[in-house]
Nanobody, 119 residues
Framework: QVQLVESGGGLVQAGGSLRLSCAAS????????MGWFRQAPGKEREFVAA??????YYADSVKGRFTISRDNAKFTVYLQMNSLKPEDTAVYYC??????????????WGQGIQVTVSS
């Protein structure tokens, strides 16, 4: 069982930056694929970024603005968000998957954290 706890959300003006953190429990963190998803009001949860193996992946809407990174020694994955836009406003979720993939069917999820970008 893996537990994920997000932190670092909040309110920021458009053009600003935030860094989300996701702290994971469990001894096999380095073997897990990790990712970030988000859900805006009235919309479905969508993929934001993922770290699988040695590769990173991004949604087109955040490419060039967001960066996913991980510190295996700290069991933590980060999402650096720059040049934030009002449309980035959402609840952001961290996800973990031991199966070499990361998607909406991944088994482990954090509780979510609110990010609000004001115009």
């Amino acid at each position: 069982q893996v537990q994920l706890v997000e932190s670092g959300g909040g309110l920021v003006q458009a053009g600003g930056s935030l860094r989300l953190s996701c702290a994971a429990s469990g001894r096999s963190f380095s073997l897990y694929s990790m990712g970030w998803f988000r859900q805006a009001p009235g919309k479905e949860r969508e993929f934001v970024a993922a770290w699988r193996g040695d590769n990173t992946y991004y949604a087109d809407s955040v490419k060039g603005r967001f960066t996913i990174s991980r510190d295996n020694a700290k069991f933590t994955v980060y999402l650096q968000m720059n040049s934030l836009k009002p449309e980035d406003t959402a609840v952001y979720y961290c996800a973990a998957d031991p199966r070499g993939r990361i998607n909406s069917g991944s088994p482990y999820w954090g509780q979510g954290i609110q990010v609000t970008v004001s115009s």
